[in-house]
Structures are given as C-alpha cells and as structure tokens.
C-alpha cells in the first residue's frame, strides 16, 4: 500500500491524498503515479508517512516543491521563513530552551515566543 498526493497543477497545492498501490507494481502497464494522473488534471506524486518520499507525508494544503522534489506545509505565520535545508518554517526568534514543564506559543502580534502554561501532575 501506498500514499498518493494530487497536486493543483497551477498552484501545485494539494488538493487530495489517496491510498493506492505499491510504487513497485505497474497498473495496466503504467507506472502508478502516471497511472493516477490519468484522465485528471493533477499532478500525481508518491507521499510517505515516515518521510522517506519527499521529505514528508503531504497534507491537503501542503505545496509540493518541484525544485528539490518535497512537500512543504502551509507557512505559520508570515513572519515565519523556510529553511531549505530542512525544509520546515523557521519563527524569526529561536524558541527559548526547553524550561521544564512549560509549552511555548508564537505571538505573531509582538514576534516572540510567549509561555502557555506549566502542567499539572495531580
């Protein structure tokens, strides 16, 4: 089994994700992201839940990158800049270190990381 993602040819978003069959069967003699594609106007391209095929599972909304051939999530927040080496959205101010106990949340209003709250062990 495996995943397939139809991408909006003129904005390359995708728009759907499929299970089909295995990169490694021919369907009616097609290759299966070609065999997908046929007939619709996407663009068809293998995804992966563990990241081994593009860089990582698309989402419904994901950008696929013809460039470096990777799927990209939908950019936070607009301040927030893509790192091409890993190919995630990095905040313009690292997120303090970890203080034990607190989560972080982005103020988009004031660009910094903001503490949420400390959990309770009750």
Do not use: C
Request: no cysteine.
């Amino acid at each position: 089994m495996a995943h397939y993602a139809y991408i909006n040819k003129n904005t390359n978003k995708v728009e759907m994700v499929i299970v089909g069959k295995d990169e490694t069967e021919l369907i009616d003699g097609l290759e299966p992201e070609a065999y997908y594609e046929q007939g619709t106007p996407y663009m068809v391209k293998r995804t992966s839940y563990n990241g081994n095929i593009r860089s990582r599972m698309a989402g419904i909304g994901y950008i696929y990158d013809n460039a470096f051939d990777v799927f990209i999530p939908p950019q936070p927040y607009p301040s927030w800049k893509m790192n091409y080496t890993t190919f995630d959205w990095d905040a313009p101010v690292a997120m303090p270190a970890n203080v034990t106990g607190f989560r972080w949340h982005w103020s988009e209003a004031n660009q910094e990381w903001v503490k949420v709250s400390k959990p309770s062990f009750n």
